[in-house]
């Protein structure tokens, strides 16, 4: 057959008129190119999927074939003009509008589509979904896309030889295309093109089908297994089935009220079905009829559900049409209410179950009461539309994690709340992009202050609710972070750019107080962003997931729009960190896509906004490495294989890309070395255990180590139980303790004493050997204890300890709140008046330290001092405290010291090298000062070192270059390299003996000494 250019049809398999007759409104309403002819092609009774569009493949001769089902509307009237420009590229031979990359191993398609957007409704709720992965002006290459609509510009037969069903017939025909030679794309779309009124999947023969698609297909099939099953259970679908007929002909008896009972404390127990949700829905209805006394009924009694189910399918269509400006929808559903057809209640239901945007749809039809002249259900419709609970706070959390979002509620849970005030807690489960979720979760609520959090976000402050609504008094105030930034950088590279306000963080390797400038007390900085850990409002604006359709920048944009709207964005003061972020390590695989989106759109934020592609580098190729890396581990732990595993921990450099999995599963596989060393063999990772189950137990343990930290009540007992329990063993509660505690030290005497219990002699000589490694108040009775081995409990103290404990604890707040005020007004006191010896001999001295070591500005000023006092043994000219006249100051001198160093230990931005200089000079840096924040700060000391030598020499500082060479040979005494440089530098400036000296502690010379030591001779 010869194929028509000019043609295009559009083929659809249907079993159902009143879907056939709308998909066909859709159509017949798109903009056609002059000279293009449109057919379109209906296949009834199709035995399969593939054998219909195969037998309507055949019988039309156009070039361009659009493939869709009866539930796809297609809402983008230029779609043929969009698909013509596609397809003028001829190595294009297929695309859809939502695809996929990384297609699993196991066949489990439908999980991983995440390219491309559609609208959809699944029976119960209508919203967008959009793919994580970025989609540029010319579309995406992907491996195969979802059948809700295929196009294509060439014939390929269908695959209806494998595939006799209604599964896996696209996914199929996309590699088909690929094996062809051809791409298979998602285009970009700024508006959705579709929406898929698609139900909930029927997985009845999705089992068999995808065997047979594995097999066929394994060699392209490359990437995770996604789930380990399909979750399909066929005895619970037909007891469903079953049910669901008994329940029809109750409806069709007219009992009503024991239909809609069963289905109120059951439904959730049945498996999804799409009918069975339409009946949910209608019976819904019927009972806020019936509530509300109303005088119009949806249904009258005695109609058949066959009746009423045509019936709320046609108004859902109406429904749709009045919200994507299609067809007469809007029309007819005036008429239903001038008609008095349709009661306000139904149409409330039908808007919260069909409608994406439920607020505007509700204020349309207020329209529509108030021209009728019915002022009064105009107004309820109104109030619905806008109306917000002012007595009700909703926490919205996007998630993916069971424990975390279990840990993340249990800390709401245990908010303090105003009398008369209520909080709602929304997971969004299976959001494409955070602010698709966002924006689902903001459409549930009629809360007013709505908080958007992370999984990982604990909320530490129990008066969070009260803080937060002292400061929604000031109206102007339209959102409220604990972390964010002025002055932000014109590359909008700014998950470094938070300069103000603070938080507890844990990122897998330390857990402390990520900071910034902390605003005065009772004040709140107006800053130009805010960090999406946590973003409370108190108005709605609707988050920009047309543009951020990933996991990046949502946070800086929707701080953008509420300023453009005329609101301020704040970051209050906080006494002490209002949340702890467990945050591990942030992914930055789309982090440039997301900058250049936001670059372009809000110019105007930024000073001269810049988007480089070399101001933000991610190595992609590492990471890809890292997770192969990942699975080959987990795979030899899983079988055993300790040894095995270790050799490919020690591949990992957390200094290049720093990457949770790995960082997480190399701690837990030196847990692992140790026990095997300590008791012959392994107890924290047994032999066929998945990764997935020991990095639970790693998590729960963290949780438990810090609720047993702060006195948590509700969970106290929690460490008791793992202790007794045994379900952890010392080294494993070490070094979770060691990441993750703000005092690990704390922690030893009870791990001491419970080793002892335990009769753990090992286990006790592991503990004496880590606390000689960090620094103890007071020392632990090892020897004592490893001879006596008595039981010495902890925890189980008598009522008079107990008493003795919480009277302790009573004056120590009383120290916090009064004498620790009047300290740090005394401190920037002296800072201002220059009395160093004064606030030296303070800050040293033992009252002072062991009340405030626990406080973090203060605890900023014991290191400060810490410098000071060598600084001052040294000789140097200008120390730390000088030039600076308050506690905050020196703070950010030390926080920008820290960062400064990272970012040239990790090479983040262009020069690093060169903005530290002039940073060190600008302050007066001394190499006192820079060798102890090499020592807090670095990750790998000595390569630190190397780039900080290096960088000096470069700049003509020698003296600052020495110090860090001395600071190198302290971590790794005798090394030739350090020391022959130390004596090059001696050398240079005439110090022969000091040459001399350095090279006498090289341990293993080479040619390299014996030329130096004969060039201090000449000299």
């Given at each position: 057959?010869?194929?028509d250019q000019?043609?295009?049809c559009?083929?659809?398999?249907?079993?159902?008129?009143?879907?056939?007759?709308?998909?066909?409104?859709?159509?017949?309403r798109?903009?056609?190119p002059d000279?293009?002819?449109?057919?379109?092609?209906?296949?009834?009774?199709?035995?399969?999927?593939?054998s219909?569009?195969?037998?309507?493949?055949?019988?039309?001769?156009a070039?361009?074939k659009v493939y869709l089902?009866q539930?796809?509307?297609?809402?983008?009237?230029?779609?043929?003009?969009?698909?013509?420009?596609?397809?003028?590229?001829?190595?294009?031979?297929?695309?859809g509008?939502v695809?996929?990359?990384?297609?699993?191993?196991?066949?489990?398609?439908?999980?991983v589509?995440n390219?491309?957007?559609?609208?959809t409704?699944?029976?119960?709720?209508?919203?967008?979904?959009?793919?994580?992965?970025?989609?540029?002006?010319?579309?995406?290459a992907?491996?195969?896309?979802?059948?809700?609509?295929?196009?294509?510009?060439?014939?390929?037969p269908?695959?209806?030889?494998?595939?006799?069903?209604?599964?896996?017939?696209?996914?199929?025909?996309?590699?088909?295309?690929?094996k062809?030679?051809?791409?298979?794309?998602?285009?970009?779309q700024?508006?959705?093109w579709c929406?898929?009124?698609?139900?909930y999947?029927?997985?009845?023969n999705?089992e068999e089908?995808?065997?047979i698609?594995?097999?066929?297909?394994s060699?392209?099939?490359?990437?995770?297994n996604l789930?380990?099953?399909?979750?399909?259970?066929?005895e619970?679908?037909?007891?469903?089935?079953?049910?669901?007929?008994?329940?029809?002909?109750?409806?069709?008896?007219?009992?009503?009220e024991?239909?809609?009972?069963?289905?109120?404390?059951?439904?959730?127990?049945?498996?999804?079905?799409?009918?069975?949700?339409?009946l949910?829905?209608?019976?819904?209805?019927?009972?806020?009829?019936?509530?509300e006394g109303?005088?119009?009924?949806?249904?009258?009694?005695?109609?058949?559900?066959?009746?009423?189910?045509?019936?709320?399918?046609?108004?859902?269509?109406?429904?749709?049409?009045m919200?994507?400006?299609?067809?007469?929808?809007?029309?007819?559903?005036?008429?239903?209410?001038?008609?008095?057809?349709?009661?306000?209640?139904?149409?409330?239901?039908?808007?919260?179950?069909n409608t994406?945007?439920?607020?505007?749809?509700?204020?349309?039809?207020?329209?529509?009461?108030?021209?009728?002249?019915?002022l009064?259900?105009?107004?309820?419709?109104?109030?619905l539309?806008?109306?917000?609970?002012?007595e009700?706070m909703?926490?919205?959390?996007?998630?993916?994690?069971?424990?975390y979002?279990?840990?993340?509620?249990?800390?709401?849970?245990?908010?303090e709340?105003?009398?008369?005030?209520?909080?709602?807690?929304i997971?969004?489960t299976?959001?494409?992009?955070?602010?698709?979720?966002?924006?689902?979760g903001?459409?549930?609520?009629?809360?007013?202050?709505?908080?958007?959090?992370?999984?990982?976000?604990?909320i530490?402050?129990s008066?969070?609710?009260?803080?937060?609504?002292?400061?929604?008094?000031?109206k102007?105030?339209g959102?409220i972070?604990?972390l964010?930034?002025v002055?932000i950088?014109?590359?909008g590279?700014l998950?470094?750019?938070?300069?103000?306000?603070?938080?507890?963080?844990?990122?897998?390797?330390?857990?402390?107080i990520?900071?910034g400038k902390?605003?005065?007390?009772?004040?709140c900085?107006e800053v130009?962003?805010?960090?999406?850990?946590?973003?409370?409002?108190?108005?709605?604006?609707?988050?920009?997931?047309?543009?951020?359709?990933?996991?990046?920048?949502?946070?800086?944009?929707?701080?953008f729009e509420?300023?453009?709207?005329?609101?301020?964005?704040?970051?209050?003061?906080?006494?002490?960190p209002?949340?702890?972020?467990?945050?591990?390590?942030?992914?930055?695989?789309?982090?440039?896509?997301?900058?250049?989106?936001?670059l372009?759109?809000?110019?105007?934020?930024?000073?001269n906004?810049?988007?480089r592609?070399?101001?933000?580098?991610?190595?992609?190729?590492?990471?890809?490495?890292?997770?192969?890396?990942?699975d080959?581990?987990?795979?030899?732990?899983?079988?055993?294989?300790?040894?095995?595993?270790?050799?490919?921990?020690n591949?990992?450099?957390?200094?290049v890309?720093?990457?949770?999995?790995?960082?997480?599963?190399?701690k837990?596989?030196?847990?692992?070395?140790?026990e095997?060393e300590?008791?012959?063999g392994?107890?924290?990772?047994?032999?066929?255990?998945?990764?997935?189950t020991v990095?639970?137990r790693?998590?729960?343990l963290?949780?438990?180590?810090?609720?047993?930290?702060?006195?948590?009540?509700?969970?106290?007992?929690?460490?008791v139980?793992?202790?007794?329990?045994?379900?952890?063993?010392?080294?494993?509660?070490?070094?979770?303790?060691?990441?993750?505690?703000?005092?690990f030290?704390?922690?030893?005497?009870?791990?001491?004493?419970y080793a002892?219990?335990?009769?753990?002699?090992?286990g006790l000589?592991y503990l004496?050997m880590?606390?000689?490694q960090?620094?103890?108040?007071?020392?632990?009775?090892?020897d004592?204890?490893?001879?006596?081995?008595?039981?010495?409990?902890?925890?189980?103290?008598?009522?008079?300890?107990?008493?003795?404990?919480?009277?302790s604890?009573?004056?120590?707040?009383?120290?916090?709140e009064?004498e620790?005020?009047?300290?740090?007004?005394?401190?920037n006191?002296l800072?201002?008046?220059?009395?160093?010896g004064?606030?030296?001999?303070?800050?040293?001295?033992?009252?002072f330290?062991?009340?405030?070591?626990?406080?973090?500005?203060?605890?900023?000023?014991?290191?400060?001092n810490?410098i000071?006092?060598?600084?001052?043994?040294?000789g140097?000219?200008?120390t730390i405290?000088?030039?600076?006249?308050?506690?905050?100051?020196?703070?950010?001198?030390?926080q920008?010291?820290k960062?400064?160093?990272?970012?040239?230990?990790?090479?983040?931005?262009?020069?690093?090298?060169?903005q530290?200089?002039?940073?060190?000079?600008?302050?007066?840096?001394s190499?006192?000062?820079?060798?102890?924040?090499?020592?807090?700060?670095?990750?790998?000391?000595?390569?630190l070192?190397?780039r900080?030598?290096?960088?000096?020499?470069?700049?003509?500082?020698?003296?600052m270059?020495?110090?860090?060479?001395?600071?190198?040979?302290?971590?790794?005494?005798?090394?030739?390299e350090?020391?022959?440089t130390m004596?090059?530098?001696?050398?240079?400036?005439?110090?022969?003996?000091?040459?001399?000296y350095?090279?006498?502690?090289?341990?293993?010379?080479?040619?390299?000494t014996?030329k130096?030591?004969?060039?201090?001779?000449?000299?």
């Open positions: 057959m010869i194929v000019y043609k295009v559009f083929i659809c398999c249907t079993n159902d008129g009143m879907y056939e007759k709308e998909c066909r409104s859709y159509l017949e798109l903009n056609v000279g293009m002819q449109v057919e379109i092609e209906m296949i009834h009774g199709a035995t399969s999927m593939a219909g569009y195969n037998l309507a493949m055949r019988q039309s001769d070039k361009y089902h539930d796809t509307f297609l809402l983008h009237i230029d779609f043929i003009y969009e698909m013509l420009e596609i397809f003028s590229d001829e190595q294009v031979g297929m695309f509008v695809g996929g990359i990384d297609l699993p191993k196991n066949g489990i398609i439908y999980s589509w390219c491309g957007r559609i609208k409704n699944d029976s119960y709720v209508s919203f967008e979904v959009a793919g994580q992965i970025m989609i540029g002006e010319d579309g995406l992907v491996e195969a896309v979802d059948g809700c609509l295929i196009a294509t510009q060439y014939d390929i269908w695959r209806e030889d494998l595939f006799c069903g209604w599964d896996f017939y696209d996914v199929s025909q996309a590699i088909e295309f690929r062809a030679g051809y791409l298979v794309k998602v285009p970009m700024k508006k959705c929406f898929h009124d698609s139900g999947q029927n997985l009845r999705y089908e995808r065997r698609f594995v097999r066929q297909y060699e392209y099939l490359l990437g995770n789930e380990k099953q399909v979750g399909f259970q066929l619970q679908w037909n007891i469903t089935q079953k049910i669901k007929e008994q329940l029809i002909q109750l409806f069709d008896c007219g009992e009503y024991d239909l809609y009972v069963f289905l109120y404390q059951n439904y959730q127990k049945l498996s999804s079905d799409t009918e069975l949700s339409f949910r829905n209608v019976m819904e209805i019927w009972y806020e009829e019936q509530a109303s005088k119009t009924s949806f249904f009258s009694s005695g109609e058949s559900w066959r009746d009423v189910r045509t019936r709320y399918q046609q108004v859902k269509f109406w429904l749709y049409q919200e994507f400006g299609a067809g007469d929808g809007e029309a007819r559903l005036a008429d239903l209410i001038k008609n008095e057809s349709i009661s306000t209640e139904a149409l409330v239901k039908f808007i919260s179950h994406i945007n439920g607020k505007e749809a509700l204020g349309q039809f207020a329209s529509i009461y108030y021209k009728m002249g019915n009064k259900v105009a107004d309820i419709l109104r109030q539309s806008s109306t917000l609970n002012k009700k909703a926490f919205i959390i996007c998630c993916n994690d069971d424990q979002q279990a840990e993340c509620v249990s800390y709401l849970n245990e908010l709340l105003p009398e008369a005030f209520e909080i709602e807690i997971s969004v299976g959001a494409k992009s955070m602010a698709a979720g966002y924006n689902q903001m459409k549930q609520t009629d809360a007013k202050y709505k908080v958007y959090l992370h999984q990982d976000v604990f530490w402050n008066r969070f609710i009260y803080d937060v609504l002292k400061i929604f008094e000031n102007a105030v959102m972070g604990v964010g930034g002055n950088p014109n590359d590279v998950y470094r750019a938070w300069n103000v306000g603070m938080t507890y963080a844990s990122d897998t390797q330390d857990t402390g990520k900071q902390n605003p005065k007390q009772d004040i900085q130009e962003a805010v960090d999406g850990m946590l973003m409370a409002t108190q108005y709605d604006l609707s988050w920009r997931e047309d543009l951020f359709d990933g996991w990046d920048f949502y946070d800086i944009s929707q701080s509420f300023r453009k709207a005329g609101y301020l964005v704040v970051v209050p003061h906080q006494e002490q209002w949340c702890m972020h467990d945050c591990g390590r942030t992914k930055l695989q789309n982090y440039n896509q997301g900058r250049k989106k936001l372009q759109e809000y110019a105007c934020f930024f000073q906004p810049i988007y592609e070399e101001d933000f580098f991610y190595n992609y190729d590492l990471k890809r490495q890292y997770q192969n890396m990942t080959k581990i987990v795979q030899s732990m899983e079988q055993g294989l300790l040894d095995e595993a270790g050799l490919l921990c591949q990992y450099d957390d200094a890309i720093m990457d949770s999995e790995l960082s997480i599963l190399k837990i596989i030196s847990v692992c070395s140790v095997r300590l008791y012959g392994v107890q924290s990772w047994h032999k066929g255990e998945t990764y997935k990095k639970k790693y998590y729960n963290k949780f438990l180590l810090w609720d047993m930290e702060r006195c948590r009540n509700s969970r106290k007992e929690g460490f139980y793992v202790m007794k329990q045994d379900l952890y063993s010392i080294p494993f509660i070490v070094l979770v303790g060691i990441h993750h505690m703000f005092h030290e704390q922690l030893l005497p009870v791990l001491a004493e002892v219990t335990g009769k753990d002699v090992k000589d004496k880590i606390a000689q960090i620094s103890l108040a007071e020392s632990i009775p090892f004592v204890m490893r001879k006596e081995l008595a039981p010495v409990p902890f925890f189980y103290k008598t009522k008079e300890e107990v008493s003795e404990i919480e009277k604890w009573e004056i120590m707040a009383g120290v916090w009064i620790l005020p009047e300290y740090r007004t005394r401190i006191r800072l201002k008046e220059e009395n160093r004064e606030l030296s001999a303070l800050l040293a001295s033992a009252e330290c062991s009340k405030f070591d626990s406080v973090t500005d203060m605890a900023y000023m014991m290191i400060a810490q000071y006092e060598e600084e001052l043994q040294g140097v000219n200008h405290f000088d030039g600076r006249s308050s506690i905050e100051e020196v703070m950010s001198l030390i920008e010291i960062f400064g160093l990272w970012r040239v230990e990790f090479d983040m931005e262009e020069a690093p090298g060169v530290f200089i002039e940073m060190v000079r600008t302050h007066h840096i190499g006192y000062f820079l060798k102890y924040m090499v020592y807090v700060a670095g990750m790998d000391k000595v390569g070192l190397g900080l030598v290096a960088i000096f020499l470069e700049c003509n500082m020698q003296g270059a020495f110090s860090m060479l001395k600071y190198a040979n302290e971590l790794c005494p005798g090394t030739e350090i020391l022959g004596a090059e530098l001696c050398i240079q400036v005439g110090k022969k003996e000091e040459a001399v350095c090279l006498a502690q090289v341990k293993q010379p080479t040619q390299i014996e130096l030591r004969k060039l201090c001779e000449e000299t």
